[in-house]
């Protein structure tokens, strides 16, 4: 199955700017696109945004819209993020999925195997 590896994090001050990289490796086949979401401690996992595999159907949740753009290189098998304007409230960790479902969804059960996590840690 397909394996899922986060880069990209760190710290910057409110307002900076990131890019989270998503690498996937193995059988992509069976899979339908990515997904981040991100987790900030004592809150439940959350959905940030997802796109197809051919960069089609990009969706956001509400909180980043506007600020964040998803995208894929399906030659490098690779899914970005990149975070602008960021607040303090975007500190979480950050993790990738593969969507295992031939629809748009920002469920978490529809996503899955996980990468292991990035840390994102804005400051104010």
């Known amino acids: 199955q397909v394996q899922l590896v986060e880069s990209g994090g760190g710290l910057v001050q409110a307002g900076g700017s990131l890019r989270l990289s998503c690498a996937a490796s193995?059988?992509?086949?069976?899979?339908?696109?990515v997904g981040w979401f991100r987790q900030a401690p004592g809150k439940e996992r959350e959905f940030v945004a997802a796109i197809s595999w051919s960069g089609s159907s990009p969706h956001y949740a509400d909180s980043v819209e506007g600020r964040f753009t998803i995208s894929s290189d399906n030659a490098k098998n690779t899914v970005y993020l990149q975070m602008n304007s960021l607040k303090p409230e975007d500190t979480a960790v950050y993790y990738c999925?593969?969507?295992?479902?031939?629809?748009?969804?920002?469920?978490?059960?529809?996503?899955?195997?996980w990468g292991q996590g990035t840390q994102v840690t804005v400051s104010s």
């Open positions: 999925a593969a969507r295992r479902k031939p629809f748009v969804s920002s469920r978490t059960v529809d996503f899955g195997p």
């Open positions: 193995g059988r992509t086949f069976g899979s339908y696109g």
